[in-house]
Nanobody
Framework: QVQLVESGGGLVQAGGSLRLSCAASGRTLSSYNMGWFRQAPEKEREFVAVSMWSSGSTYYTDSVKGRFTISRDNAKNTVSLQMINLKPEDTAVYYC???????????????WGQGTQVTVSS
């Protein structure tokens, strides 16, 4: 069992930056692919980024490429999402999740955090 806790959300103006963190307990994250998802009001949860445990590679949805960076520290059992040049359309609850599969599909992720709110004002 893996417990995930996100932090770092908040209110920021457009063009600003935030860094989200996800701390894991229960098991090491080193053998899991770690993803970030987000869900805006009245919208479906959508994939944002993934860090692959085997290769260290990362993958992003097109709308955040060049603005968001996912990173992981296996020694600290954490994964982070650095977000710059934030836009109002980035407003959502952000979730970190762990999966044994390399996937952009939320149903492939086994463990989820409770989410952290990111609000970007225009």
């Amino acid at each position: 069992q893996v417990q995930l806790v996100e932090s770092g959300g908040g209110l920021v103006q457009a063009g600003g930056s935030l860094r989200l963190s996800c701390a894991a307990s229960g098991r090491t994250l080193s053998s899991y692919n770690m993803g970030w998802f987000r869900q805006a009001p009245e919208k479906e949860r959508e994939f944002v980024a993934v860090s692959m445990w085997s290769s260290g590679s990362t993958y992003y949805t097109d709308s955040v490429k060049g603005r968001f960076t996912i990173s992981r520290d296996n020694a600290k059992n954490t994964v982070s999402l650095q977000m710059i040049n934030l836009k109002p359309e980035d407003t959502a609850v952000y979730y970190c999740a762990a999966s044994p599969y390399v996937s952009t599909t939320s149903t492939d992720y086994r463990y989820w955090g409770q989410g952290t709110q990111v609000t970007v004002s225009s």
